[in-house]
């Protein structure tokens, strides 16, 4: 007999009461961690869902995609250089765009075929030449999906022939051939001028040499995905700063779960020296209120769960948030973690209560 | 069992040190017989509490020795204690204190957590003891659904549960009407002597020291036999 699980399953209110608290923390724990996610993947897409191991920016541009530009010369030149295998165009502009009766804030990409999405979750990647465009998944949550037209201002039709999951690259995102972009983007933007065969990067895979070595080749800035996306304007420091917020909701959720156990143990110190008094040691009531403690937070954080997916699905589609079930795991570890750590707290009152007070009356 | 179930000698206990040091018991010799069944007198303040306490391994002397079916307890360790109140010390409190949160059953069958009896032992000896304390039809009940006397019934069988040497009985009748806690001493009584067991009841009711073998009273931590 577990006297944790006896008493849960006999006062179930009191019980409630505690994973209805730590289910609203872990509710809010999880609508920042979908925010984060959605940030953070919807901003970075580009760089994490193609085939590239490596990108190559300008030497000046801190690996910045738009502070970065590669002429067609460099372009063969990294094509060329010892070690790499396949190397790709990559560039991007913003511009406003209308699609399905909505206006747009448009973040247009342009590829070639060894920089595309790798992951087509429905349609084709465009045709060269064609104005064809994929879109991030996240954008078929506007309505916008395979059939679609997208108008970027003073653009022409881009149709959307294909649905690419995880590449998102801050606004609603296209992915277009690298020709069709240009043309694009001199329709949008005539004063940047054709500017043909150039690109603001380039994705390239390599047959193991070290990024290291294609930079000294080549005299261009080579950065891992990672570190490309590390130098992203404000991404990491978003991720950081909401992450942080996230873990120290579960700090507070610690503190909740343990002042909870802290006031049962207080209100419950009679009952401690009793069971004491008659033998029981204090590893069977140091555990009852462990398995309280897990139990409560499992609990609280399948209540949290389940108003958060609740929630998320009533969030407008220009909310960023990313229900991500590997976040979820994580965080439901954290959550039994931290529950736990809160009932420790109460540990130590239990251990101190004397079982002689369990004589000479209530104590 | 040895023919002497307690053997208490020259138990004290002072608390403080120095000139705040205060004797709450001292130089207590005692011996029980088994099926013995003692009453323990004593106004408030007099070292009753403290007495027991020490009796039933729940406080340390400051000095003499308590042997309890032979064993001495007076040196163990908080451990050695703990597992020795759960195999041979039997308490009954007083306001009943059954975990309320457990059936009548549930509250026998929890020293199966604690005792070196095992399981099955214990829940054959619990059902046992409901159907001859009168409580079989209430075996599921919890303690707020059980009258007082029910109550403290359930709080005997729990004592007697796991076969002890001795039971302690720490005012049995404080919450309870006269008639009831009469009836509720003399099942006590019964039980103990039925069972060849040793047993101490601190009262403050001299109408229930009739069954009891004798009396013992203390004053200002001496005991008067």
Do not use: C
């Amino acid at each position: 007999m577990n006297l944790g699980l006896s008493e849960i399953r006999r006062t179930p209110g009191r019980f409630a009461a505690i994973a209805g608290a730590v289910g609203f923390i872990v509710f809010l724990a999880l609508i920042l961690a979908a925010l984060s996610d959605g940030l953070y993947l919807g901003s970075t897409g580009a760089y994490r869902t193609t085939p590239a191991q490596y990108w190559v920016f300008s030497p000046t541009s801190g690996l910045e995609l738009s502070r970065s530009t590669i002429d067609g010369a460099r372009l063969e030149q990294v094509a060329a250089t010892d070690g790499v295998e396949t190397a790709g165009r990559l560039s991007v502009f913003n511009t406003t765009a209308t699609s399905e009766g909505q206006d747009l804030q448009l973040s247009l990409l342009g590829a070639d075929a060894n920089t595309m999405p790798v992951e087509i979750i429905e349609g084709r990647l465009p045709e060269p030449e064609a104005l064809e465009v994929v879109v991030d998944s996240q954008v078929t949550r506007k309505g916008i999906g395979i059939g679609s037209l997208i108008t970027p201002t003073n653009g022409p039709d881009l149709e959307v022939v294909g649905v690419a999951g995880d590449a998102g690259f801050g606004f609603t995102t296209a992915w277009a051939q690298h020709d069709t972009f240009l043309e694009v983007r001199v329709s949008v933007r005539p004063e940047l001028g054709a500017l043909e065969g150039t690109s603001q990067a380039l994705g390239i895979t390599t047959d193991g040499t070290t990024a290291d070595r294609i930079a000294e080749a080549t005299g261009l800035s080579v950065a891992t995905p990672q570190e490309a996306i590390d130098a992203l304007p404000g991404a990491s420091q978003q991720k950081i700063t909401l992450n942080g917020i996230v873990y120290t909701t579960f700090v507070v959720a610690a503190i909740v779960v343990g002042l909870f156990f802290a006031l049962v143990t207080l209100e419950k110190r009679n009952e401690y020296a009793v069971l004491k008094a008659i033998g029981m040691p204090n590893r069977k009531l140091v555990a009852a209120i462990f398995v309280q403690a897990l139990i409560a937070s499992a609990v609280g954080y399948v209540f949290g769960l389940a108003l958060s997916r609740v929630v998320g699905l009533l969030l407008p589609s220009t909310v960023p948030a990313l229900f991500l079930g590997e976040t979820a795991i994580a965080l439901l570890g954290v959550a039994l973690f931290m529950g736990s750590l809160g009932a420790i707290f109460s540990f130590r009152r239990v251990t101190r209560i004397d079982p002689a007070n369990a004589l000479g009356g209530p104590a | 069992m040895t023919s002497k179930a307690l053997e208490v000698e020259g138990l004290t206990k002072i608390y403080g040190e120095g000139h705040t040091a205060v004797t709450a018991v001292s130089e207590a010799s005692l011996d029980l017989a088994g099926n013995e069944f003692v009453g323990l007198l004593g106004p408030s303040g007099s070292g009753k509490t403290t007495l027991i306490s020490m009796i039933g391994a729940l406080l340390t002397p400051t000095d003499g020795s308590v042997r309890i079916g032979g064993e001495d307890i007076s040196g163990m360790s908080k451990k050695e204690q703990t597992r020795f109140r759960a195999n041979r010390i039997g308490f009954v409190f007083q306001s009943f204190n059954l975990v309320p949160f457990l059936t009548a059953r549930e509250n026998l069958t929890v020293m199966a957590n604690v005792s070196d009896l095992s399981k099955k032992e214990i829940g054959d000896r619990a059902d046992q003891l409901l159907e001859e304390l009168g409580l079989a039809d209430r075996r599921d009940n919890l303690p707020e659904q059980l009258s007082g006397g029910e109550r403290q019934r359930v709080a005997i069988g729990r004592a007697l549960v796991t076969d002890p040497d001795l039971i302690l009985v720490d005012e049995p009748t404080a919450s309870l009407d006269t008639e009831l806690g009469k009836a509720v001493v003399e099942m006590l009584a019964k039980e103990i002597k039925e069972r060849n067991k040793a047993g101490i009841m601190v009262t403050h009711d001299l109408r229930m020291v009739e069954y009891t073998d004798r009396t013992i009273e203390i004053v200002d931590g001496r005991l008067r036999i």
